[in-house]
């Protein structure tokens, strides 16, 4: 090495001391910051890139590694994920549910509690209440939260019920008088994929909030409401009358998939969360209206998606440059009009967002909230889980019993239940 290098060198690495003793801007070890999440189809892919161009605006020298593995709900994500985390190369940050979904990773073995980020930022004043309590684990944070999704919404193509003089149902039965007219008409009256084998989970359970209100849904995750109560059966009962009104290909078929029925106009309504409104703006598509699921008005159905960050997190400054623009406002004003989900922080400018998310965020202060289970929120993983492989096998065989003493012993199981 010649001298003038030898001593540029010595500069720039004592520079780099510098700056690592004071603290704030550290320099990376390396260029990169790895994000790991499912976000590939419409809406949500554009949502994540949206927050990516902010990063790279900011951090121009930091190449961002886009880690996704495809599959709505994270189904196999977390399956890739978990092993890359338990086998000592875990992504810097990860995408995470809000709520008991965290107890996967070992938190106090594998996540980095961002409490002090939280203080920093000032988080814990511009997140919600319900949304603070969802994100604290064992008295920690282990996620900075970038949205809030409902779950509950029946999508459906406006021009259809309008040349058929519809409306959207607000009850079951109006929905099954809806649907025999469609179906007379030979269009598909609900649209479903369950390819994935979260979505029939995901559908039930929005028929399980109705069945049992919003106090007698989160009992069940609690132990206050038994598996074996009577609204259950009910509950069962509907979602098995609402596949006979299902497209018959829905084994083969994901969400997204299921949601081109409707901009096709073959089919009618599709229950499926509110990523559903960012992939319908991806697709240009705009004939789609929206209401509660049946049964479901005043309450939402919630999940909120966090991005965590791994211990031993191979570039920290990075990451941590990261969870700041997710949790900042700027970060969530790029991310969630397109993503199709409301900001996590309160202080968003509604007026970057279209119709259906202006009024989801109307409902969200207003509505009774309760956590979904396939989505993170109301449960551990092992047993939403369980829950999700229930309910998927039931959408199929549709025996009401047997899936009722399946989803009670599921709660035994977990110490929930008695
Ligand atoms: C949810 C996730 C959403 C959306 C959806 C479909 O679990 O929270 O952000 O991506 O899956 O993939």
């Given at each position: 090495?010649?001298?003038?290098?030898?001593?540029?060198?010595?500069?720039?690495?004592?520079?780099?001391?510098?700056?690592?003793?004071?603290?704030?801007?550290?320099?990376?070890?390396?260029?990169?910051?790895?994000?790991?999440?499912?976000?590939?189809?419409?809406?949500?892919?554009?949502?994540?890139?949206?927050?990516?161009?902010?990063?790279?605006?900011?951090?121009?020298?930091?190449?961002?590694?886009?880690?996704?593995?495809?599959?709505?709900?994270?189904?196999?994500?977390?399956?890739?994920?978990?092993?890359?985390?338990?086998?000592?190369?875990?992504?810097?940050?990860?995408?995470?549910?809000?709520?008991?979904?965290?107890?996967?990773?070992?938190?106090?073995?594998?996540?980095?509690?961002?409490?002090?980020?939280?203080?920093?930022?000032?988080?814990?004043?511009?997140?919600?209440?319900?949304?603070?309590?969802?994100?604290?684990?064992?008295?920690?944070?282990?996620?900075?939260?970038?949205?809030?999704?409902?779950?509950?919404?029946?999508?459906?193509?406006?021009?259809?019920?309008?040349?058929?003089?519809?409306?959207?149902?607000?009850?079951?039965?109006?929905?099954?008088?809806?649907?025999?007219?469609?179906?007379?008409?030979?269009?598909?009256?609900?649209?479903?994929?369950?390819?994935?084998?979260w979505e029939a989970g995901h559908t039930f359970e929005t028929i399980l909030i109705g069945a049992l209100g919003?106090?007698?849904?989160?009992?069940?995750?609690?132990?206050?409401?038994q598996w074996t109560d009577p609204k259950v059966t009910d509950a069962l009962n509907t979602f098995k009358k609402?596949?006979?009104?299902?497209?018959?290909?829905?084994?083969?078929?994901?969400?997204?998939?299921?949601?081109?029925?409707?901009?096709?106009?073959?089919?009618?309504?599709?229950?499926?969360?509110?990523?559903?409104?960012?992939?319908?703006?991806?697709?240009?598509?705009?004939?789609?209206?929206?209401?509660?699921?049946?049964?479901?008005?005043?309450?939402?159905?919630?999940?909120?998606?966090?991005?965590?960050?791994?211990?031993?997190?191979?570039?920290?400054?990075?990451?941590?440059?990261?969870?700041?623009?997710?949790?900042?406002?700027?970060?969530?004003?790029?991310?969630?009009?397109?993503?199709?989900?409301?900001?996590?922080?309160?202080?968003?400018?509604?007026?970057?967002?279209?119709?259906?998310?202006?009024?989801?965020?109307?409902?969200?202060?207003?509505?009774?909230?309760?956590?979904?289970?396939?989505?993170?929120?109301?449960?551990?993983?092992?047993?939403?889980?369980?829950?999700?492989?229930?309910?998927?096998?039931?959408?199929?065989?549709?025996?009401?019993?047997?899936?009722?003493?399946?989803?009670?012993?599921?709660?035994?199981?977990?110490?929930?239940?008695?």
């Amino acid at each position: 090495m010649t001298r003038k290098l030898f001593s540029l060198v010595s500069i720039v690495a004592v520079a780099a001391l510098l700056l690592t003793a004071c603290g704030g801007a550290a320099p990376a070890k390396t260029n990169k910051v790895e994000m790991f999440s499912w976000w590939t189809a419409g809406g949500e892919a554009d949502g994540l890139n949206a927050m990516y161009d902010q990063y790279k605006k900011l951090y121009p020298n930091v190449e961002i590694v886009n880690a996704t593995v495809a599959g709505g709900a994270g189904t196999n994500a977390k399956a890739v994920l978990s092993t890359r985390i338990t086998g000592g190369d875990p992504p810097d940050s990860f995408q995470l549910h809000a709520g008991l979904e965290v107890e996967k990773y070992d938190p106090s073995k594998y996540l980095q509690p961002l409490d002090s980020i939280y203080t920093s930022e000032g988080w814990d004043k511009v997140f919600p209440k319900d949304l603070i309590a969802l994100l604290k684990y064992k008295d920690h944070f282990w996620g900075v939260p970038v949205n809030i999704h409902r779950a509950n919404v029946l999508w459906y193509n406006k021009k259809v019920f309008a040349d058929n003089n519809l409306q959207a149902p607000k009850t079951w039965d109006e929905f099954f008088k809806t649907a025999d007219a469609l179906k007379a008409k030979g269009i598909v009256p609900l649209v479903i994929g369950t390819k994935e084998g979260w979505e029939a989970g995901h559908t039930f359970e929005t028929i399980l909030i109705g069945a049992l209100g919003a106090e007698g849904y989160k009992g069940l995750w609690t132990g206050k409401t038994q598996w074996t109560d009577p609204k259950v059966t009910d509950a069962l009962n509907t979602f098995k009358k609402v596949m006979t009104y299902a497209n018959t290909d829905y084994s083969a078929l994901t969400w997204d998939g299921a949601a081109q029925y409707l901009v096709d106009g073959k089919g009618a309504m599709h229950i499926m969360g509110d990523w559903t409104d960012g992939w319908f703006i991806s697709k240009k598509y705009t004939g789609y209206g929206y209401a509660p699921v049946p049964g479901t008005a005043g309450i939402f159905d919630a999940l909120s998606d966090s991005f965590a960050a791994a211990k031993g997190a191979k570039n920290q400054a990075n990451l941590e440059a990261w969870l700041k623009l997710a949790g900042s406002k700027a970060g969530q004003e790029a991310f969630n009009p397109k993503k199709g989900s409301i900001c996590a922080r309160t202080d968003c400018d509604p007026k970057l967002f279209d119709e259906y998310l202006q009024s989801a965020m109307k409902d969200w202060s207003s509505n009774a909230i309760v956590p979904s289970v396939v989505h993170g929120a109301a449960a551990v993983e092992k047993w939403a889980t369980v829950y999700k492989d229930i309910l998927g096998t039931f959408a199929t065989k549709g025996d009401v019993a047997a899936a009722q003493k399946s989803l009670q012993q599921a709660c035994v199981d977990n110490g929930v239940c008695k």
